[in-house]
């Protein structure tokens, strides 16, 4: 446990690299940061906190550098949550005030305004299908072997596929299909799309087996996919300094480049938290140069994806978790 003296200097440290990017010196803090308390007491605490692994000093000079630990620290007790301007905030309600038809775009305005104000690499994720509940499925004939089906969830999410068919079928066998699907689904979980649905609906439909089937496989199929992962102001990192190494650059690219990676690492997580990973907290390797910071979004209680930010260690996580505690309440109708 830190005493008020050391935490105000760690404090002081974090927000000054954060700030500047170069090593934190004694006088540095003397001169920005108001510490009431002479240099030689402010290198004595930082050569304490150095010993208790919240600084790196480096080798280039006198001056220190948050550790991950420090960084943790500084997340969990000491950054200001409300860290957010009278221009951020009109400008974050226009943007998120825009109408929008389909739940994907409503993702894709938060995580877009979240980089615009933050400056980072915003990544955002729809919400799994398997979770949502069916509110309508649509299917519309447009050949005599084809047909598209368009499934409506409970949070907006809409999708669409092409059903084609070894047989002929017709308009009324489609309206039919029509009927029996939305009677058996509407309001159901969508993992009810399994074998015991199979077997009703051959026993309830006259038409054959090779009509059934390939709807069932499709609509599973579509429902199953990976949901649409959007990137927003990728550009903005390699504006940073620690992308001057040509190894972060990289490794950055890579990660931003593997779908897998980048749902594996929306997806981890509390619900109902803001999550920040700090370098090695990261389950994976590839993220250890990064932190990341992510929340699940909602809108009146209905779970509608995460939305995630990845940049350095070095992260303004004040600013960083001020907007995206900001947004969430907005999306959720706080208007406070």
Known sequence: MLDERKKKVLQAIVEEYINTAEPVSSNALTQNHGLECSSATIRNEMSELEKSGFLDKTHTSSGRIPSAKGYRYYVDEL?????ISLEEIKYISSKLETKVNEIEELT????NTISEVTHYTTISIGPKATTQLIE??????????????????????????????????NEK??????????NKLKHQPIETIDRPLEEYLYDEMTYSINVIKPIIEQIKKVLEEDNKIYLEGANKSFDL????????????????????????????????????????????????????????????????????IIGPKRMDYSKVISVMK????????NND
């Open 79 to 83: 950054l200001n949550d409300n860290d």
């Open 108 to 111: 894709k305005i938060a995580a």
């Open 136 to 169: 309508e499925i649509k299917f519309v004939l447009l050949g005599s072997r084809m047909m598209m089906a368009v499934i409506l969830t409970d949070s907006g999410l809409v999708k669409e596929t092409i059903i084609k068919f070894d047989e002929d079928i």
């Open 173 to 182: 066998q489609v309206e039919t299909i029509n009927y029996m699907f939305n």
């Open 241 to 308: 300094p620690e992308f001057n190494s040509l190894e972060v650059a990289k490794n950055f690219v890579n990660i931003i480049d593997t779908k897998e990676l980048i749902a594996d690492m929306l997806n981890s997580g509390f619900a109902e938290d803001i999550n920040v990973y700090i370098g090695e907290e990261n389950e994976k390797k590839e993220l250890k140069d990064f932190s990341v910071v992510t929340f699940k979004h909602r809108v009146n209680g209905k779970e509608l994806g995460t939305i995630g």
């Open 326 to 333: 900001y947004i969430n309440k907005k999306l959720n109708g």
